[in-house]
Each structure stands twice: as C-alpha cells, then as structure tokens.
C-alpha cells in the first residue's frame, strides 16, 4: 500500500502563481492540465474518443453514409440543369423535359430527406457519447482522494466536465466530423471535373491555392482577434462585477471619477478589440467572395475562349454552354468546404486539446488506497483506538505528533482545543478522508486502512456542523445515501429527536421538498436533520464536529437533548463547541499544537490548572466581568 | 402606438451618423456590383449560343471573333466588379459594424457612469447578478440594433429589391412563379430560428447548473466522502446532464429541419423557373443565358432566408434589452449632489436624530405579482450624541439598526422626520460632504480586487506607508501580515487572496481609521473577530476614538457596555435607552437578552477562521478548503 509522501501546497494555498510541483504521488501521475503534447492528432487520443463513440457507431456511419449521398445528391441536381440547358433549352427542344423535371423533385427530395437525417443521427451519437463521458468523469472527480482536491484547484477541474466538454461537442455539431464527407465530395468534383473538360479543370483551379493561403491567413487574425477579445471582455465583467458590489464603497471614499477613467480605459481597449475582430472577419467574407466570383470570371473567359476556338477551327464545340453553367455552379459548391476547412481545424485542434485534458484528468489514479482483500470485522462494538497517530497536511508542518489514546465502546469522549490543535484532522483521519503517515487507527481492533472504505463509513457515522441537504424531501435527506433504510425507521428516528415539531409547520410533514441549500430551515434544524440522518443509520461510532454557530435559545435546548438522544449507547467522539456538551461526556482530551496535553473529565481537568483552565478562562471569566458592568 | 425603445438610441446613432451614411451607401453599391454578376454571364452564354446558330463560313469567324471579344469583356467587368465589391463590401462593414462597436462603448460608459450615481439604496433593492445582467448579456444583445440586424436586413432588402427588379425585367412571369414559395419559407425559418435561440438559451442556462452542481459537489467533497453520498450526489449531477442533453437535442431537432429546408427552397425554386420558362424558350421570348442568369438570381435570393429568421429574432432580443438598459439608465438618482448643498469647511461630529421613520420597499416579485405594500423598518426613532462621545446600538437581526446606520452614513433616504449633523438638517448638506466625513465600517466589508494597502488607503489618495501601517496596527491587521505572501503588497478580493472574514473585517476597519472621519459607525464590524482580538482592537482605537463620535452597532451585549449611551432597538423602534449600569438595573427587555446571551456563552475558542485548513466545509462556493 502506498504511503503518501508530502510534497509541495497547493498554489492556491499559498497564494502564488501555479507553480504545481512535478512531484510523483504514490505512484499515481501528478495531474498537471498545463502540459500539451506536441501533436494535436494523437491516435491514442482518437482511439480513446471512439471508445465513447463506439457505442453510438451506427449513427455516425449511417450519418456519413448519408453525407455522402446527399453530397452527391446535391451535384446531381446541377447535372441535371446542364442536361436541360443542352438537351432541352439550348435547342428549344422539350420531348422528354417532364423526365428532367421528375428526376430533379426526386433528387432534390433525397437530399433534404437524407440531410435531415444525417445531421440528426451525427448530433444524438455527439450528445450520447458525451454524455456518458461527463457521467464518467464526474464519477472519477468522485473517487479522486482528498489530497488530490488539496493541490488541484477546483475551477480547473469545473472546466474539464463543462467548457471542455463542449469543446467536444462543438466537434460535432460545428462539422467536423463531416471533414470526411467534404473530403469525398472535393474528390468527386476534381474527377468530374477534369472527366468533364480537363482543360477548363485545371483553369478553375488556379484560384484554389490563393483561397487556401488567403483564409488560413485571415482566419488566423480573427482567431487572434477573437481570443484578445475574449480575455479583454473577462476582464471588463470582473471589473464591472466588483464594482457593481462595492459601489457603496466607491461612493463613500469619492472614488467615483477615478473608477469611471478605469473603466473607460477597460471599455476603449475592449472597443478597439472588438473592431478589430470585425475588421479581420469583414475582410474574411469579402476575399472569399471575391475569389469566388473571380473563379466564375476565369471560367466564363477560358470557356469562351475554348467555344469560339473550335467554332472558328470549323470543329464541332466540345465545351457545350451547360458544362460551361455547370462548372460554374460546382465551383461555388467546392468554396464552401475549402473555406471552412481553417475552421474546421482550428474546432479540432481545441478540441483534441479539450480531449487531452479530460483523459488525463481520467488517468489519475490518485485514489484512497483499498486493500484487495480488505473485510470488517463481523463484531461492531465500536472500540476506538489511536494510536501514535502523525499526519501533514501536503507540504504543510506536522498537524498531529504522535497522538495515542483509546475509547471503550460507549464511552462519550469530547475533544477540545483551539483552531489548528489539529482536532478536525482526528476526524478526517479516522474516516480515511486521509491516511496516517505514523502510527495507526484501530477500529474494533482493526486498522482503518484494512477495512473497505464503504464499510468504515458506514461504522463510523459522521455529523458535520456544515449540513449538506439535497434537494427531494425531508424524508429523502434522512436517509441520504442508504436506500434501504424504511421510511417508518427514518421517521421514527427523527421523531425522537424532536424533528415531528419542526416538520408540523409544513402542509406535507417529512414529505416537504427542501429548498436549494436547505434555505426553508433555520442552521439549527439543519443540524437536526444531520443528527436524524446519523440517528437512522445507527453506526456503532458516532463522530460529530459541533456547530459553533449560534442558534436561537429554543432551538439550542432542542439541538442539546436531541444530541443526548443521538449518542445514547453509542461511542461518541465530539470536537465540542460547548460547555454543556463537554461537561455531559465521559471523558475530555485537550489537544495544543497537534499534542494531546490533558485528559480527564472537566471538574478534574479545571482543577489541574493547565492547558484546559487556560482556554476555558479566556471565555469565561469575560463573561463574568461584562455581567459585573 | 407602444414606445419604441429604439428611440433611445437615437442620440448615439447620430453621434456617428456620417459613418452610417457611408457605410448605407457602400453597402448599396456592393448589393449593386453583385448583382451585376449573374446578368453579365447570362450575357455572355447568350453571346457563345448566337454562334451555334450562325452560318458557317467568314461571317462565322468574324461572328466568333466578336463573340469572343464580348465574353472575354464580360468576363473582365465580373472581376473588376468582384474586385471592386470586396472593397466595397469590406469598406461598408467596417464603417457600420465598426461603428456599432463604438456605439456599445459609449452606452457602456454611460452605463457605468449612471451606476456610480445611483444612490446604495438602489443597489440594495437590486441584486449584483441582476445588474450584470444589464450589462453583459442586455448589452450583448443591444450589440445587434446598433449596426448589424439592420444592416443585414438592409442587405436583404435591396438584394431582394434590386435582384426582383432585375428579374421582373428579364421575365416577370418566370420571377413570380420561382419567388411564390418564397413567402412559407421565410415563415418556417422565423419559427424554427425562434425555436432555436430559444432553446439554446435554455441549454446555455443548463450549461450553468451543470457547471453550478460540479462545482458545488467538488467543493463539498470531503462532507460528500465522510457522509458516504457519493451515489446521491452523482445521481444530483446526472438529472442535470441528462437535461442538457435533452435541450441541445432539441436544438438540435429544429437545426436538422431548418439547414436543408433551405437548401430545398432553392432547389424548387430553380424547378419551378425551369417549368415556367420551357415554354417561353421555346417560343423564343426569353434565352438560355436569361434563364441562367434567373437561376444564378435565386439561389442569391434563398441564401438569406434562413439568416432572416434568427435577425428578426435578435431584433425583439435587442428591442427588450434596451428597455432594460434604459431602466437603469434613467433610474432615479436617489441622493444627487446639488449646487445648493452646504459643505461646510469641518464637521464637529454632534448627530441628533428626530422622529425618523424609514419604508423599504419590498424585492420586486420574479413572477410579476402586486408588490407588497413597503413596510416601515425605522419607527420614531430618536435620540441625540453628543460630539465625541460613543453610542451602542443592540437589537436582533432585522430591528433595523443597519437601516439607521445607513440613514446616517447618508446612504438611505430619510423617509419622515430630520437627522441633524451639528445642529445642521443632513437633507441640506452635501452627500459627498457627509459621506467624506462619516467612516462607516459595515459587518460584511467589501475588498478591490487591488493590494492590501491599495484598498486599506481607498479613500486617502495621498496616505504616506506610515500611516497606512499605524491604521493596520490598529486594525490588528498587523499580526495576519506575515501569513500573506507579500504583506500588504499581497493582492487580495475576488481575484487575488481569499481573506478570512475577520481579516476583511480588519481591512475594512484600518480603511476607515485612515480616513479619519469625523463619526465612526461600527455596523457589527467585529463578529467574525475573535473576543480576545475583538478586545484588544476596541482598546487600540479608544484614542483613535478620543474626540470623534463613534457608533457602535452589535448584537451581543458586551460589546456596547462600555458606550457612553445604549440604545436597544427592537422592529424598529427605540425600546430601551441609557447606560450599561442603568439598563441592567431597569431590568427591562435589555436586562433579559444579556441574562439570555449570559447564559450561551460556553464557547471555548475563536470563530476567527484565520486557520481554514483544519475545518471540514460543506459546498459553499469557489472556496476550497484544503
């Protein structure tokens, strides 16, 4: 089992620019977004993508199958137009138009019918593909221990399920995937093409190249454009964000004037930007069009000159006044794929870049470690033992030396100390959210690390002061993440705690949905909820963070006896905020700078005038003098 | 008639009106050089197809050679046009949209200069997202009614106009029957543009929850692993992505009809011409190279289409965002500064409230409901400090203590009755004045996004570095500096170092020392300070304090007992009033919370979070807790 190894905190612990070590972590690769490789087409890559595509493979070959056809389709219908100019126009001839006319409604048919389809089936293959690859990830992001959290900032990780998602999905939908169609399609024209004149052919390609030079060339300086733009405008709605927020503050201090000149000069650099990216998109669409109609010129000027060469050499025209037509018009159809080439890459390069990023974040196997043959032990009596415990946080100074005591089963052991005596970390070790670098932690006479991670958290019941409640209804968040718990059990467990009070205000009782963040309950019935929810499961171990808020007077006497109820029978390990907890339990273990200094219970511990008087002075001998006025 | 927002925009068009006339008429003649196009190659087909025709011999070569010569200039004046076109093209899209940029600039400046007038009270009654609103997405959509949505429909328009008037003269009756379908089609493609937007807004939104619920899940990961809800929480995420999913499919729905819909509009377009205009040609009344010349004509017409319905669809976007734009635009500005103001040469600090009473109106409902009647959250109150001696204020969340305390700070109106400074009705002073002499210090302080010393010296332009020290000494910043990477030089607020609440509390309180105000107001500005901290902070500002009227406002008790008078407030009205010892002895209201507050006080240890590291946290945000 790996042990893991400090290594440098997190950049955004420290407050300096990301300078993530490149450190190895227990043997899992350190999850760097930063790091491209020099080739944006890795077929490793590809071959992972497909992995998520290939269930949904039918669509995009049928998908593309009908690209083709309707690509072809679409010729076709030019085709039959030149037919009609020389067969039936041209010689004023109209024996058999009707059949021209048929096979036009037809082809034309085909390929709107064909191109609805096709750009359906594309779509649904992208949005089931990458759905199941954001279902994934965030399943990852789920198993991904805590000290992965701790050096990887959280906004990077947001972005991978979300902006570089959709980077993907622009793959779809923006055509890419369609370059494989386009490329058919340009083959065909160039066969035809030359099949059809090879002379003329090769003419109208003359502008192909300067087409090609001319966008990549433009598209790059509307793509710079574009990105100035977008970190300028980032910029502009910071600023405006905080200034919006502390406008009182500007209006206090008189700093109207001053923020006004800063952002105008935000609002001119973002002006000048954003005319930039139009002056470089304009000058896109006019070049393009330009050479378009410069090709129609070319072919109109060869093509004539070829018709009144052989009508003059007496030869019977081989360059008939349709193909001429005909030329023209399959030109123009072979612009639209050329110029939408540079951004087709660019769309692909980001998202290959996107693709990247997302399975490197999957290959981190930084996971909390779990032995192969881990089994609890049957007997659940709830002995707690530590036992020279010593943990760091990553890159941080020791938080715990050496911490050794143990809890009998039922036994109420509280835990007190000032912020960082590394209390918390007690907690957050015993749940393996981290794992002891020294020492170990004994449950019923069995390392932590030896049980599977699902079964120590279900012996160990936590209750937190922060209350996380989903949305559903009350009921839904008593029992929260065990199913199987009945609904009379959850109910009876929360009516013991006095909950049936706090739900009576509601039409629907337990059935009432919990609004976002649990705002229809006051932080005091939150924390009754929490102690419900812990209550229902019935662990053999209960360990709870107090709540340090404060909470009306009526709902504190509540919390009080519900808390009582809640560790009846239960070992009890409570990071105690409150005197009146603290003197109801068995025994209090005082921890200063990561060291357990005392223990005892509090009349003893108050008589032995160290560390415990000292804190419990501070408070409340205060009290005291303010009472005495 | 309604009122047309756009009407507002006037004065910013005309600011740039030779630029819109230039761009109008370039835009005219690169509408006018394409369309020479298509009439020139028709030309030009019917002058090669004469030769087919022409007899054999001299007469033939010389026919040919002319012929040729035509073709040849025809071909030329298409690619003069092109060339002619693009600059054209690029001139007018650079002078009209170009021009659109510059006028969203200034409506942004005006935007923003409108915002630092608006009085607090405003910013009280709206929310920041809504206000950002406003600005970034209304703004984005006002983008379109100041150059683009009309030049695009401009550009339809004359191609439409031009392109049918060339048409009809070639051959009326082949144009009508081509244009017929032309009608439904522009239909469809308003309604599924209309489907479109509408549904990719509803997936971007979805986009946000999405992103919101990651967000949350990751910031909540170590509660989500203690308490084992790792299946609830993903099944949380996946009901959202199965939901964008479904929108973007619905977007997707509307985009596979609309794309070869148009494609199929020019297809039968072109068919339709074809079977008018067989009979023609074989009558002789219309020519090949007339006929190309419709078909090349048609399919200019239908490219449009399908671009028409998402214009019109920005312009009601655009229309509807104006109108809040200009909401805040011409939003009343609650305490304006005017000429008439008194801004006396110093303020002595005396402050006398008489009978004031304060309404707040309630949040404007989301679903548009009759709004509550306002509801009076300061009653009668009255009292008189003293210059230079100290007031505390104690009440309940919600007894309007920092409604009073924002009356004073000249923030809120005063609704009835007279709040005096030195004897003088504040209404008649100047609110610049006021503010500039009052240090108020609110419990929630906000930090710039600037360094420490940047936001500690906000409103002292000139303060020296010794005196920004000496504010933070007192402020007992001085003790955090070394934890920050670069002291006072470390950037802090949204963009640099996340403060502790405490810590921004200090900041907040050395900025308002450094000002030297004439009345200092304490809005609860210590209860995320830690007693100890707390204490040493209150006796490092008693001289500091010495000679400036100072409120102090708190909801425990013990910070208000050493005030020279106490005033307990309870919905708004003043229920109590006179010194620590008095109170306690009247064994009134004020002498029960302090037995009730007595009673809780079994905290054993600091609230100051300076140390995050050793919390476990729930989701609340960006904040990570390592």
Redesign the interface.
Known sequence: MSRPAPIA??P?????AATAPAASFGGAMVYDPETKSAGAFEPQLLRRLWSYVRPYRRHVVLSLALLIGTQGA?LL?FFL?RH??DV???P?E?QG?MWV?AA??AV??V???????Q??LL??AG??A??DL??DL??H??RLS?TF??RT???K??GR??SDI?AL?EMF?SGVVTILGDFVLIVALVFFLLVLDAELALVSFVIIPCLLVATTWTRKHVRKAYQIMTSRRSRM??F?????????????????AA??DQ??AI??E??DA??DA??W???L???T??LS??T???I??YG??L??GD??S?AP?ELT?GT??LF?FWMQRFFQPLTDLSHKYTVMQSAMTAAERIFKLMDVRDFVPERVDARAPSEARGALQFDGVEFA??G?DK?LHGVSFAVRPGEKVAV??????????L??LL?R?YDVQGGAIRLDGQDVRDYPV?EL??RVG?V?????L??GTVLDNLR????EIPDDVAIAAANRLGLDRIVARFARGYHEPVAERGKNFSSGERQLISFA?ALAVAPPVLVL?EA?S?VD?ET?ELLQSALKELIRGRTALII?????T?RDCDRILVLAGGRLVEQGRHDQLLALGGRYRE??D???R??AA??E? | MRHRPLLELLPYYRRYRRAYALGSIFLVGTIALRLVIPWLFGDAMDDLRGLESADSGDGKSSAAARAGRLVAINAAIIAGSALVGAVLRTASRLHILGTSRRVVHDLREDLFAKLTRLAPSYFLRTNTGQIMSRAVNDMNNVQGLTGPVFMYIAETALLFAIGLGVMLTIDPAVTLWAVAPFPFFIWRARSLAKVIQEGSRAAQDSLGTVSDKVAESLAGQLVIKTLGLEGPDFERFAVHAAEYRRLNLEVTTARARLMPLMSWLAALAIMLALVAAAPRIHAGTLTPGEFVSLIFYLQMLAAPVATLGFVISSLERGEAALVRIFEVVHAQEGLPERPEHLRPDSMQGELEVRNLSVWREPAPTADGAPAPAPRRVLCDVSFKVPAGTTLGIVGHTGSGKSTLVAVLARQLEVDEGRVFVDGRDITHLSPIWLRRHIGLVPQDPFLFSATLSENVALGVRDATPERIQTAVKIARLDVDLPQLPAGLDTVVGERGVNLSGGQRQRAALARAVLLEPKILILDDTLSAVDRHTCDAILSALEPVMAGRTTLVVAHRISTVAHCDQVLLLEEGRVVERGTHRQLLAHGGRYAQLFEAQAREPDRIEPADETDSADRVTAPSGQEATP
Do not use: C
Not at chain 1, 111 to 117: K, L, N, P, T
Not at chain 1, 464 to 468: A, K, R
Not at chain 1, 576 to 580: K, Y
């Open positions: 905190p997190p955004e612990a420290t407050g300096l679409g219908q137009l009609a100019i039936h126009l041209v004023a109209l138009f006319l036009l409604l034309s048919l390929e709107y019918a064909g191109r609805r389809r750009v359906w779509d649904l949005q089931n990458l759905l954001r279902r965030f399943r992001l789920q805590s959290y701790d900032p959280i906004g990780l947001v399920v979300t959709e999905q939908s709605n910071a405006l964000h905080e200034h919006v927020t502390g406008m009182a503050l500007v209006q206090a201090f008189g700093r109207e923020a006004q952002y105008g609002n001119r973002m002006r954003q005319v139009v002056t998109e304009s000058l669409s006019a070049v069009d330009m109609a410069f129609t010129a070319l109109l000027w004539g000159r018709i009144v009508v003059t007496g025209p006044l001429l037509f023209v946080y990553a941080g938080v007190v100390g000032a912020t960082g005596s590394g209390k918390s970390t907690l957050k749940t959210l699902a958290r279900r936590v937190l002061q922060d209350v996380f989903f949305e929260l993440g065990h199913p929810r963070d340090t404060n007077t504190e105690a905020h409150r005197l009146s603290i804190l419990y501070r408070e409340y205060k009290q303010t009472a006025g």
